[in-house]
């Protein structure tokens, strides 16, 4: 966590603090991007695309520098707080309540939890206490796109 996520402010002056905006996540075809239940949001997977390219492919830990997977993870959940404030009706409004990262790495990795710290890391510096999220880190042989790392989230409006 870095110094910003103590500083006064609204969710959307942090990100911009941080030379961060939201990305526009476009539609798709085969699922929904969330859905909400009651007042629970269900953010889908998201991969770390950046203008419509994909940022990075391979296994962390073999293809991918853990430090690379890190900062893939920061992307991968920008793109959920997008999909997120868009559900809640904008970024001030977000409250994470789960986070769950999958990080595409060889059985002997051991280091899920180190990528999933930099998204954890970004979601408390931009939103503060309504950031705190339960989390789980997984590390799968794959992933779509053979893309390093996937996050879902659990949302609801603060």
Do not use: W
């Not at 559900?87 to 059985?107: E, K, N, T, W, Y």
């Not at 996937?150 to 609801?156: H, R, S, Y």
Request: with cysteine; glycine share 10%; charged share 20%.
């Amino acid at each position: 966590m870095t110094e910003i996520s103590t500083r006064s402010g609204s969710a959307t002056e942090r990100l911009q603090a941080l030379g961060l905006e939201l990305p526009v996540v476009g539609e798709n075809p085969h699922f929904l991007h969330h859905r909400s239940v009651d007042s629970s949001v269900y953010v889908a997977g998201q991969l770390p695309f950046k203008d419509g390219v994909l940022l990075g492919q391979g296994i962390v830990g073999r293809d991918v520098d853990l430090e690379t997977g890190r900062e893939l993870a920061r992307h991968a959940a920008l793109n959920c707080l997008a999909v997120a404030a868009d559900a809640v009706g904008g970024l001030d409004r977000v409250r994470i309540v789960q986070m769950l990262v999958f990080v595409a790495s060889p059985p002997d990795f051991g280091l899920q939890s180190k990528v999933a710290d930099a998204a954890s890391d970004l979601l408390v510096d931009v939103l503060g206490e309504n950031g705190r999220h339960a989390r789980t880190a997984i590390g799968v042989a794959g992933l779509p796109l053979n893309t390093p790392v996937e996050i879902q989230m659990v949302c609801t409006a603060a």
